[in-house]
């Protein structure tokens, strides 16, 4: 099945430059509904009024980590199975995401558009 480029994307990070950055970078390879978050009780908040295909979230924020967000995304019944990318500072946090929380996948900082896309592909297919 093809990846529609119009699906909707959640980018969660408390730093408005990384946001900035993930957008850009998204929008590099194509995609164009792309929604922001600043901490995980806005995400939350999204996640109830929108569907979305994609979350992309931080692990490190506060008042709510990013491990804490997937966590109740796993826990609802109508988002448990929304592919979740995790971005992490280093492999131990990232790896910690996806066995604790259920992260379908993570990438290491600092990324560029190519290896984003190779860590998507294998969530939501090729593109």
């Avoid at 998204?26 to 929604?35: C, K, P, S, V, Y």
């Avoid at 922001?36 to 490190?60: F, M």
């Amino acid at each position: 099945m093809a990846v529609s480029m119009t699906m909707p994307i959640l980018i969660v990070d408390d730093y408005n430059t990384m946001i900035r950055i993930l957008r850009n970078l998204l929008r590099q390879l194509g995609f164009t509904n792309i929604d922001e978050a600043c901490d995980g009780g806005a995400a939350l908040a999204k996640l109830r009024a929108k569907d979305y295909a994609l979350v992309i979230s931080d692990t490190n924020m506060a008042p709510m980590s990013g491990v804490e967000l997937l966590q109740r995304v796993r826990a609802d019944d109508r988002t448990k199975a929304t592919p979740f990318v995790m971005i992490a500072n280093d492999p131990s946090e990232g790896a910690d995401a996806q066995t604790r929380a259920g992260a379908s996948n993570y990438i290491l900082k600092p990324f560029t558009a190519q290896s984003l896309k190779a860590k998507l592909e294998p969530v939501i297919g090729s593109f």
